[in-house]
Protein backbone atom coordinates (compact mmCIF):
# COMPACT_ATOMS: atom_id res chain seq x y z
CA UNK A 1 0.00 0.00 0.00
CA UNK A 2 2.87 2.58 0.60
CA UNK A 3 3.88 1.65 -2.39
CA UNK A 4 1.14 2.73 -4.13
CA UNK A 5 0.96 6.05 -2.49
CA UNK A 6 4.45 6.54 -3.34
CA UNK A 7 3.84 6.34 -6.94
CA UNK A 8 0.42 8.37 -7.06
CA UNK A 9 2.17 11.42 -5.22
CA UNK A 10 2.87 14.20 -7.54
CA UNK A 11 6.54 14.81 -8.15
CA UNK A 12 7.99 18.24 -9.10
CA UNK A 13 11.08 19.24 -9.83
CA UNK A 14 12.44 22.79 -9.48
CA UNK A 15 11.96 24.13 -12.82
CA UNK A 16 8.31 23.50 -12.57
CA UNK A 17 7.90 25.30 -9.20
CA UNK A 18 10.11 28.11 -10.77
CA UNK A 19 8.27 28.59 -14.15
CA UNK A 20 4.73 28.07 -12.90
CA UNK A 21 4.64 31.58 -11.15
CA UNK A 22 6.70 33.09 -14.11
CA UNK A 23 3.66 31.94 -16.15
CA UNK A 24 1.03 32.95 -14.23
CA UNK A 25 3.31 36.63 -13.31
CA UNK A 26 3.48 36.95 -17.59
CA UNK A 27 -0.39 36.67 -18.02
CA UNK A 28 -1.14 39.11 -15.20
CA UNK A 29 1.24 41.66 -16.66
CA UNK A 30 0.42 41.00 -20.22
CA UNK A 31 -3.62 41.75 -18.89
CA UNK A 32 -2.48 45.23 -17.70
CA UNK A 33 -0.68 46.11 -20.27
CA UNK A 34 -3.70 45.00 -22.94
CA UNK A 35 -5.69 47.05 -20.72
CA UNK A 36 -3.90 50.40 -20.80
CA UNK A 37 -2.53 50.78 -23.97
CA UNK A 38 -4.13 48.23 -26.24
CA UNK A 39 -7.37 49.70 -26.20
CA UNK A 40 -5.50 52.48 -27.66
CA UNK A 41 -3.61 50.58 -30.30
CA UNK A 42 -7.00 48.76 -31.51
CA UNK A 43 -9.04 52.14 -31.65
CA UNK A 44 -6.56 53.46 -34.04
CA UNK A 45 -7.06 50.61 -36.05
CA UNK A 46 -11.21 50.98 -35.87
CA UNK A 47 -10.07 54.49 -37.20
CA UNK A 48 -7.93 53.29 -40.00
CA UNK A 49 -10.88 51.00 -41.31
CA UNK A 50 -13.26 53.87 -41.46
CA UNK A 51 -15.48 52.65 -38.48
CA UNK A 52 -15.65 53.83 -35.12
CA UNK A 53 -16.27 52.58 -31.40
CA UNK A 54 -14.45 51.48 -28.55
CA UNK A 55 -13.53 47.90 -28.32
CA UNK A 56 -14.02 45.27 -25.29
CA UNK A 57 -11.59 43.64 -24.04
CA UNK A 58 -11.86 39.54 -23.85
CA UNK A 59 -8.71 38.50 -22.52
CA UNK A 60 -4.98 39.37 -22.42
CA UNK A 61 -3.96 40.55 -26.10
CA UNK A 62 -7.47 39.57 -27.22
CA UNK A 63 -10.17 42.50 -28.01
CA UNK A 64 -14.00 42.47 -30.01
CA UNK A 65 -15.80 44.47 -31.40
CA UNK A 66 -19.43 44.01 -31.75
CA UNK A 67 -21.73 45.63 -34.43
CA UNK A 68 -25.29 45.38 -34.37
CA UNK A 69 -27.75 45.53 -37.42
CA UNK A 70 -31.57 45.48 -37.52
CA UNK A 71 -32.52 43.05 -39.74
CA UNK A 72 -36.46 43.25 -39.18
CA UNK A 73 -39.41 45.68 -38.22
CA UNK A 74 -40.42 45.94 -34.19
CA UNK A 75 -42.64 42.83 -34.16
CA UNK A 76 -40.25 40.82 -36.59
CA UNK A 77 -38.36 37.69 -34.78
CA UNK A 78 -35.09 37.82 -34.62
CA UNK A 79 -34.29 41.42 -35.27
CA UNK A 80 -30.97 42.08 -34.51
CA UNK A 81 -27.89 40.15 -35.23
CA UNK A 82 -25.29 40.92 -33.78
CA UNK A 83 -21.49 40.52 -35.34
CA UNK A 84 -18.38 40.10 -33.21
CA UNK A 85 -14.86 40.56 -34.94
CA UNK A 86 -11.83 39.84 -32.80
CA UNK A 87 -8.45 41.50 -32.81
CA UNK A 88 -5.34 40.22 -31.09
CA UNK A 89 -2.79 43.06 -29.65
CA UNK A 90 1.01 42.18 -29.53
CA UNK A 91 2.66 45.42 -27.82
CA UNK A 92 1.56 47.40 -30.79
CA UNK A 93 1.04 45.60 -33.49
CA UNK A 94 -2.79 44.43 -34.42
CA UNK A 95 -3.90 41.88 -36.39
CA UNK A 96 -7.64 41.22 -37.12
CA UNK A 97 -8.68 37.25 -36.72
CA UNK A 98 -10.72 35.49 -39.25
CA UNK A 99 -13.31 34.52 -37.00
CA UNK A 100 -16.49 36.10 -36.82
CA UNK A 101 -19.30 35.19 -34.10
CA UNK A 102 -22.55 36.19 -35.22
CA UNK A 103 -26.27 35.97 -32.99
CA UNK A 104 -29.58 36.85 -33.61
CA UNK A 105 -31.86 37.91 -31.14
CA UNK A 106 -35.03 40.23 -30.30
CA UNK A 107 -35.04 43.48 -28.74
CA UNK A 108 -38.15 44.11 -27.54
CA UNK A 109 -39.93 45.73 -24.24
CA UNK A 110 -39.75 43.03 -21.80
CA UNK A 111 -35.67 42.90 -22.43
CA UNK A 112 -33.53 46.27 -22.95
CA UNK A 113 -31.08 46.34 -25.27
CA UNK A 114 -28.33 46.27 -22.41
CA UNK A 115 -29.23 43.06 -21.48
CA UNK A 116 -28.87 41.90 -25.02
CA UNK A 117 -25.56 43.25 -25.91
CA UNK A 118 -24.12 41.66 -22.48
CA UNK A 119 -25.73 38.47 -23.04
CA UNK A 120 -24.69 38.27 -26.65
CA UNK A 121 -20.91 39.50 -25.71
CA UNK A 122 -17.85 37.97 -24.11
CA UNK A 123 -16.80 41.68 -23.54
CA UNK A 124 -18.90 43.72 -20.61
CA UNK A 125 -19.99 46.76 -22.21
CA UNK A 126 -21.57 49.88 -20.54
CA UNK A 127 -22.73 51.60 -23.48
CA UNK A 128 -26.54 51.67 -23.10
CA UNK A 129 -26.79 52.16 -19.53
Do not use: Q
Not at 3 to 9: A, E, G, I, M, P
Not at 41 to 54: I, K, T
Amino acid sequence: MKTLLRRLRPRFSLRTLLLLPLIVGVYVTMGMASRKYGRADVSRVFEAEHDRGLPGYVCPCVFEKLRMDVIGGPNASPNVEFNAHYYVWTFGFVWKTPYVRTGRDTVGRTRSLSDAFNETSWASYNYFR
